[in-house]
């Protein structure tokens, strides 16, 4: 019986144990730079909070070029069927990881809007880049329009794809992440975290392996932190957004017609009355993810904004 017990016990260690090992357990770091396989439009560049990958296309058309940028937890690969859409039509495109997803650094920093906003402008001056277009999907919405109040002058336009940046939200004082919230984050939400990704999507049978993609995001040391800081330093944007609106820039907004993540009938009151003059657009069939869903008339509906 104390044989059986102890099999027992030392089976349950290694059970839990691997259950642990399996997420975050890679370090992005130097040797993580070093040893990082770049594809042909890829690169990693060094800013002054962290490192940062992107790829871009069509550099050298010398066009006012167009920025992608991803949501809250899924790093720019969500926008690559945007991305080879414009390559194609021959726009100077650009996608970046935000810091804390993807490829890019997980930083020992508060993970605001104006980290990932300067982290887009530092990019473009290092990439020469004077102006630009912005797409902001859901969580992106936050960051261009933080990019739209540091430094007006580099936007040209603003597109904004599923934001969730026009919700009212409730701040909190205590901004902190402690390391309990992180192993309790991890253990809670990291064994379905990446099938609840498919709840994006209207009919999510249509996008399989959408949520083992995902699934590689959790190696890296830092992601939960990360995630948890960024919801933590949401604020109520509706100041900037009038800012926006007291501007010359051009606004659009794209809506799934289904979208059961960011409802737009929740602010749809206060986006009326502090951008009434942006360009709508709600795209039948669609959920959270309308380029993914439905891209012709997504893409239809692109093309004529960004000429």
Known sequence: MIRLFSTFLLTLFFSCNDTFNKYEYINKDKVFVNEFNHTENSNIVQLSK????????????????VVLVHGFSVPSYIWDPTFKLLSEKGYYVISLDLYGRGFSENVSESYTDELFANQVIQLLEKLNVDSAKFLGLSNGGRVISKIADINPSIVEKLVYVASSGFKYIDELNDKSVSKIEVSNFIKKNYPTISKGQLSDFKYPEKHSGWDIKYEELLKYKGFAKALISTRKNHYTMDSIHIKIQNSDIPVSTIWGDSDQVVLYKDFEKRIDSILPKRKEFFILDSGHLPHMENPYEFNKILLSILN
């Open 50 to 65: 962290g490192f940062t990958y992107y790829k871009s296309a069509n550099k050298k058309t010398n066009t006012v070029p």
